[in-house]
Every structure is written in structure tokens, then in C-alpha cells.
């Protein structure tokens, strides 16, 4: 069984810029969460979804952020326009009860 | 709020040491506990859990026991091996809201294992 991927694994953009980041969970898992770890800090949530509703988004930073899940299938976290203080490692979980969470690899995103 | 501390790293260790990585929670009610680890280059994994109290999750030779009374999921192995060196992230979910809840981790302790 394939496993939670993310993509890209990195990233670097400039300031200003948008980036959207990918993650696929595993296959049947209607729970998809997005994490990120800043600066070598506690990993911190940012939302959750089931299926393609949003369930908790009280961890997203502010508006510059947007989560979709289209068709309760993968998910995109796009940052738009980025900032220097959105660098981190964000990563994607899925799960299909909700209690014990897969990761995937991350993704590091680099904003200069 | 929910929350996770751990001990700060980073922790290094020669080869068959024992490990201790501390870690005490603040919550309501009754959270399960997890530990995952991040290798060099890879993504988190999870190690081991414990869903109620006295509960000793166990995997790798690692072990974690669940104590409610001092709100503890301390981090042990009795010798570590080279390839133990990672990151350890200590981790609650609140178990009874009938939904399913987001994690709270601690900051990670990173462990450096030496020959």
C-alpha cells in the first residue's frame, strides 16, 4: 500500500510569490490534515478536512493560505503571496478514523 | 489549551546507552499519546502509542508508558544503536470529541547516537 506523498519534497521561491503545494493520502483515507514545522519549532496544525469538507481550519495563519480537496481525493495547500516567515516543513497526514495519523514526507519550503 | 513539552536536545549518546527523552502533557480529559520520529531525510513516522492510562506502547525496543498521575509519556530504550539517531516528537489527540481531532506535538529532541 502506497504510502502519504508530498510534492515537491523543496521548494524555493522569492517573496511575493505563490506556491502551491501538493500532498496524495492513502487511498481510502477520508481524513487529510496539514502540519508545518517553522524555524525548528513544535509542528503545528493548520487544518483538517473529511472528504472535501473542512472540518477544523483554526491553525491556518491567515488568509494567505488556502486548502482544497476536490473530490475528497488529494489536497493542495497554495500560499499566495508568500512570506519570509511562512519558510518551514509542511507536512500532510492522512488517516481513516482520525485517531492514528500517517505523514508523508514534507515539503520545505524556502521563501527568500 | 492542549499542550506537549518535551526536553530540549539535542541528546547525544554513545552506542548500547540507555535513552531517556522526557515528555509531560497538558489536557483535558483523557488524550492518547504518541511518539514518531523523523530520520535524517525522511518524513515522520510513528513509533509507538498509548491510549489510556497505564498503557505501555512498545516497538523497535523503544517504550513509552502512559502515566495520568505526573501527565508523563517519557521515552526509553535500553541501548541505542547508531541507527537510532533522529528526531523525536512526542504528540497528544484528544480521543473523546466524536470527531476526529488534530495533533499537538511537542518541539522534537533530536538524538545523536556516536560509536
Known amino acids: 500500500e502506497a504510502g502519504v506523498t508530498q510534492f515537491p519534497s523543496h521548494s524555493v521561491i522569492e517573496k511575493g510569490q505563490t506556491v502551491t503545494l501538493r500532498c496524495d493520502p492513502i487511498s481510502g483515507h477520508d481524513n487529510l490534515y496539514w502540519y508545518r514545522r517553522v524555524m525548528g519549532k513544535e509542528i503545528k496544525f493548520l487544518l483538517h478536512f473529511v472528504k472535501e469538507s473542512k472540518q477544523d481550519e483554526s491553525g491556518m495563519p491567515n488568509n494567505r493560505f488556502l486548502a482544497e480537496r476536490t473530490g475528497g481525493t488529494y489536497s493542495t495547500l497554495k500560499v499566495q503571496p508568500a512570506e519570509l516567515e511562512d519558510s518551514g516543513v509542511y507536512f500532510c497526514?492522512?488517516?481513516?478514523?482520525?485517531?492514528?495519523?500517517?505523514f508523508g514526507p514534507g515539503t520545505r519550503l524556502t521563501v527568500l | 489549551g492542549d499542550s506537549v513539552t518535551q526536553m530540549e536536545g539535542p541528546v547525544t549518546l554513545s552506542e548500547e546507552a540507555f535513552l531517556t527523552i522526557n515528555c509531560t502533557y497538558t489536557?483535558?480529559?483523557?488524550?492518547?499519546l504518541f511518539w514518531y520520529v523523523q530520520y535524517p531525510g525522511e518524513g515522520l513516522q510513528l513509533l509507538l502509542k498509548a491510549t489510556k492510562a497505564d498503557d505501555k506502547g512498545s516497538n523497535k525496543g523503544f517504550e513509552a508508558t502512559y502515566r495520568k498521575e505526573t501527565t508523563s509519556f517519557h521515552l526509553e530504550k535500553g541501548s541505542v544503536q547508531v541507527s537510532d539517531s533522529a528526531v523525536y516528537f512526542c504528540?497528544?489527540?484528544?480521543?473523546?470529541?466524536?470527531?476526529?481531532?488534530?495533533?499537538?506535538f511537542g518541539t522534537g529532541t533530536r538524538l545523536q547516537v556516536t560509536l
Open positions: 489536557a483535558t480529559g483523557y488524550p492518547s
Open positions: 497526514a492522512s488517516s481513516p478514523t482520525g485517531h492514528t495519523q500517517y
Open positions: 504528540a497528544l489527540i484528544q480521543a473523546n470529541t466524536g470527531t476526529a481531532s488534530k495533533l499537538t
